[in-house]
C-alpha cells in the first residue's frame, strides 16, 4: 500500500535513509541523520504541493519517497520537482522502488509539476536502471564531485519531461 507519510513514520523513514548513508553508494551524505533534522525535513514538505509517500507491506514502512522543490523560491522552476525515494534494505529489488515512482507519475498532474529530476550517484546502479525503465534520460553530470571517504564518483541528473 502507498499513503501519503505522516509524522508517526519518520523514524522509520529516517532509519531507511541512514542504511542508505552507510552503503556509501546511494546518498551523499557521509554521516546518519537525526531524526531532529528529518522532522524539518518533513515539515518542509507540503503535502498538497511536495508530498512524501510510504510504501507500507504488513502494516511496516519499508520504503518512501519524496518530492521536493527543485531551486526552490525560483518562480519559474516551479514545475520542476526532485524526486528521492530509498527502501529498506531487506527489501530492495522486490519491486518497491518501481511501484512508488510508478506511483509519483501516475499522480504528477494532481501536484502540478511536469518535469521530474534525480540527483543521484553514479555508483547507484540500481537507481540507474529504476529510472532508465521509466524513460528517464541522464541530463547531466558533475564528474567526479563526490568524495566518499576517498571512494570519487559523479554526480548525476536524470531527469524527464511529463
Not at 546518519?32 to 510510504?54: G, L, M, Q, T
Not at 519499508?62 to 531551486?71: E, T
Not at 514545475?79 to 501516475?106: A, C, D, P
Amino acid at each position: 500500500m502507498i499513503r501519503l507519510a505522516k509524522t508517526r513514520d519518520l523514524i522509520q523513514i529516517n532509519r531507511i535513509y541512514n542504511q542508505a548513508v552507510e552503503t556509501r553508494t546511494s546518498t551523499a551524505d557521509l554521516e546518519p541523520v537525526s531524526i531532529k533534522d528529518r522532522i524539518a525535513w518533513f515539515d518542509e514538505h507540503d503535502e498538497n504541493k511536495y508530498p512524501v509517500f510510504v510504501f507500507e507491506q504488513d502494516e511496516k514502512t519499508v520504503g518512501w519517497i519524496s518530492v521536493s522543490p527543485y531551486r526552490k523560491g525560483r518562480r519559474a522552476l516551479d514545475h520542476v520537482v526532485e524526486v528521492s525515494y530509498y527502501i529498506e534494505r531487506e527489501f530492495l529489488r522486490q519491486g518497491i522502488g518501481t511501484k512508488l515512482m510508478e506511483y509519483v507519475l501516475e499522480h504528477a498532474s494532481e501536484y502540478q509539476f511536469s518535469v521530474v529530476l534525480c540527483i543521484l550517484l553514479e555508483l547507484n546502479i540500481g537507481s540507474i536502471k529504476l529510472l532508465e525503465k521509466f524513460n528517464f534520460e541522464k541530463w547531466g553530470e558533475f564528474p567526479d564531485i563526490v568524495n566518499l571517504d576517498g571512494k570519487i564518483c559523479s554526480h548525476l541528473i536524470y531527469g524527464k519531461k511529463i
